[in-house]
């Protein structure tokens, strides 16, 4: 019996090998702590390492970890405040990922080879960005790290210890500011000389209500999904460029359904802060820990990845009224209808953005009409669109906003 991620996976895996995507790979760095290529390493420090190796496949039930050092770069992401339907409180999935701010392998030789293989020559400009970006697919991971926090309250809060891929995930009761809607920020309690993204902000969203879940890669931000140099290049050297129309789309939305509304999106926030609404950071575990990590996470397993982390906000948010959007070129109407038929209700509309030259960037199944029939089946036709230009779904979100309301 063919699982219910089949179609999309034989599709994925259809465009890595029409687009080369192996090839591609096969001759990017993937270093660990021996300078060897292969997968990143995980760093550890001290007479623990070896306990601390195994135990963080335990991941936040280890009972050994250690705590952050100058040395280590910690990220703290966007999350969003629920309440929880039996005790009437605020909680929130609190997820901070730790590294070695260090690497241990050459980071000249890295910056290397991603520049000869997006054709940059030696003298190119572009190679401090490089530089810049490449540092966390390269960074060691710290496993079986604690990190402590200090909430706007003073509340202390202790996130982990992270896992084998340096990621915590740690649900927490927050306390409710003064005011609503409203914002609240968390900064690490770390030593000096720390580095990273120490500061995030939790977004309290009320049970009812409208909220957006949305992709990014070919969205609302330019990727070139289909096509590995074209991930290399818009992830070491461009400067990043939203989709055209979908900033104005999102400001928009933001304007229908309220300020209040949370927004999901797996997305850098200084990219978020410049072009869209506040909006919780989805992270995906795999994503940064090499260099060929990160093709084969945009490119494989994408739909299961997605359908997990929308069956999480439907647990957190069961009541409010969703609109999706994603686009043509991953598995974006596949796992937008498998939640469509799941949580029957939940989601109000679906909107898919075809990416028309997906015929030069990957196959063209993708955007045939008996692809999305399918996608949607059971689905009704006027609670989907496949659009191609961003002005065409003000006016499907404004009539379904008015029919819902």
Not at 113 to 129: E, F, M, R, S, W
Not at 222 to 246: E, N, V, W
Not at 272 to 277: A, C, E
Not at 321 to 348: H, L
């Amino acid at each position: 019996m063919l699982s219910e991620f089949s179609i999309t996976d034989d599709m994925q895996k259809r465009t890595r090998k029409e687009c080369r995507f192996h090839e591609v790979e096969a001759d990017l760095p993937s270093y660990g702590k021996d300078g060897k290529k292969r997968s990143p390493s995980v760093s550890t420090d001290g007479v623990r390492d070896a306990a601390l190796g195994f135990t963080s496949y335990l991941g936040s039930k280890s009972p050994v970890y250690r705590n952050v050092t100058a040395e280590d770069t910690v990220w703290l992401l966007d999350n969003t405040a629920y309440k929880n339907a039996e005790t009437g409180k605020w909680e929130a999935e609190f997820v901070s990922a730790v590294f070695a701010q260090k690497p241990s392998c050459t980071v000249l030789e890295a910056v290397t080879a991603v520049a000869h293989k997006i054709g940059l020559q030696d003298n190119d400009p572009n190679y401090p960005t490089i530089e810049e970006r490449v540092l966390p697919f390269i960074q060691d991971i710290r496993p079986g790290t604690k990190v402590k926090a200090i909430q706007a309250d003073k509340t202390l809060l202790e996130l982990g210890p992270g896992g084998r891929n340096g990621i915590s995930s740690d649900v927490k009761t927050v306390l409710e500011g003064q005011g609503h809607p409203q914002i609240s920020t968390t900064t690490a309690d770390v030593p000096s000389g720390v580095n990273g993204v120490r500061e995030m902000k939790t977004f309290f969203a009320e049970p009812e209500g409208w909220s957006v879940i949305s992709d990014i890669d070919d969205t609302i931000k330019i990727t070139m999904t289909s096509d590995p140099i074209g991930i290399l290049r818009s992830t070491f050297t461009d400067t990043p460029q939203p989709c055209p129309g979908m900033p104005g789309l999102y400001q928009n939305i933001s304007s229908m359904i309220g300020p209040a509304a949370p927004l999901f999106l797996p997305v850098c926030v200084a990219f978020r802060d410049k072009f869209y609404p506040h909006g919780t950071i989805v992270l995906r575990d795999s994503s940064w820990m090499s260099i060929p990590g990160l093709l084969s996470s945009i490119t494989l397993g994408t739909e299961q990845y997605k359908t997990d982390r929308m069956k999480k906000i439907h647990e957190w948010v069961p009541k409010r009224k969703m609109i999706c959007i994603g686009d043509s070129t991953q598995a974006d109407p596949e796992s937008y209808g498998n939640i469509y038929r799941k949580f029957p209700g939940w989601v109000k509309l679906i909107l898919i953005r075809e990416v028309e030259d997906i015929a030069a960037l990957g196959i063209k199944a993708k955007n045939e009409p008996k692809r999305f029939e399918k996608a949607f089946k059971h689905v009704p036709k006027d609670r989907w669109k496949v659009f191609k230009t961003a002005e065409e779904c003000n006016g499907i979100i404004a009539k379904m906003i008015a029919e819902e309301s």
